[in-house]
């Protein structure tokens, strides 16, 4: 119902925020599904999988330093609103894993094979979520919604719409593609780093992204492609339990 308010006052409002950024995220919403935002709630588990990348030299140095040695296979179980567990795997047949990360509510707990679990502090942007329900639920919290231009990213050809929603924790930069109304990127101002958002495919009739990328001064340390998604399956009770 939530989901289905916030469209109708995008729709119909007068809002302080402005027109041009109305219809903005009114466009990007009927874009990225279908017209219908109560679609996502529909979606209570999912499971996902997808090849990864991290380099922590090419972070370091800001330069282009690829090692396959750095690839990781990733199988991704979530229970909304609030259970997220990765499994990372070695090689393509997920039969040597390496690792597991748990994504609960006030906990996230890092698991390496043959040793005690790790505690790290929560962070809720580095879960998985559909980009509509994410947006969304910042719109429900604003502070401010901001509409601050036609913007470029480096070394990218392509234009966006630049979006602004302001929240009382933390003010989020969305990019759309002037023509496909889509979310391409995440701007995060102070460590300057972009998340690059494409190649998006349909899914059982949901719009997903499959590539999603971080990039600072024009270098990627940081990607995963997503191969299957898999919509509402049952997980066994004790999957999310890091103390299992």
């Keep these: 119902?939530?989901?289905?308010?916030?469209?109708?006052?995008?729709?119909?409002?007068?809002?302080?925020?402005?027109?041009?950024?109305?219809?903005?995220?009114?466009?990007?919403?009927?874009?990225?599904?279908?017209g219908d935002?109560?679609?996502?709630?529909?979606i209570k588990t999912l499971y996902a999988t997808c090849i990864g990348y991290y380099s922590e030299a090419s972070f370091e140095t800001q330069k282009d330093t690829f090692d396959s040695a750095n690839l990781s296979y990733i199988k991704v179980y979530k229970r909304w609103p609030n259970e997220q567990k990765e499994e990372l795997f070695s090689d393509s047949l997920f039969r040597k894993r390496t690792s597991?990360?748990?994504?609960?509510k006030n906990r996230r707990v890092i698991r390496f094979e043959y040793m005690d679990p790790i505690e790290v502090d929560p962070d809720e942007k580095t879960t998985f979520d559909f980009y509509p329900t994410r947006i969304n639920n910042y719109l429900l919290r604003s502070?401010?919604?901001?509409?601050?231009?036609?913007?470029?990213?480096?070394?990218?050809?392509?234009?966006?719409?630049?979006?602004?929603?302001?929240?009382p924790d933390f003010d989020h930069v969305f990019l759309f593609n002037i023509e496909s109304y889509l979310l391409e990127a995440?701007?995060?101002?102070?460590?300057?780093i972009y998340w690059l958002i494409s190649d998006y495919k349909l899914f059982d009739g949901y719009l997903l992204?499959?590539?999603?990328?971080?990039?600072?001064?024009?270098?990627?340390?940081?990607?995963?492609?997503?191969?299957?998604?898999?919509?509402?399956?049952?997980?066994?009770?004790?999957?999310f339990n890091p103390d299992h």
Excluded: H
Excluded at 7 to 19: E, R, V
Excluded at 149 to 164: D, L, M, N, Q, V
Excluded at 186 to 192: R, T, V
């Design 100 to 104: 597991s990360f748990y994504f609960l």
């Design 1 to 34: 119902m939530k989901l289905y308010l916030v469209c109708l006052f995008l729709l119909f409002s007068n809002s302080s925020f402005g027109q041009t950024a109305k219809e903005i995220l009114n466009s990007y919403f009927i874009a990225s599904s279908q």
């Design 143 to 167: 502070k401010s919604i901001n509409y601050n231009g036609i913007k470029t990213i480096p070394g990218k050809p392509t234009s966006y719409y630049e979006i602004e929603i302001k929240t």
């Design 209 to 239: 992204p499959t590539y999603i990328a971080s990039m600072r001064n024009g270098v990627i340390f940081d990607w995963r492609r997503y191969k299957t998604f898999v919509f509402n399956p049952k997980f066994r009770e004790d999957l």
């Design 37 to 42: 935002l109560a679609q996502w709630s529909k």
């Design 186 to 192: 995440i701007y995060f101002p102070e460590p300057n």
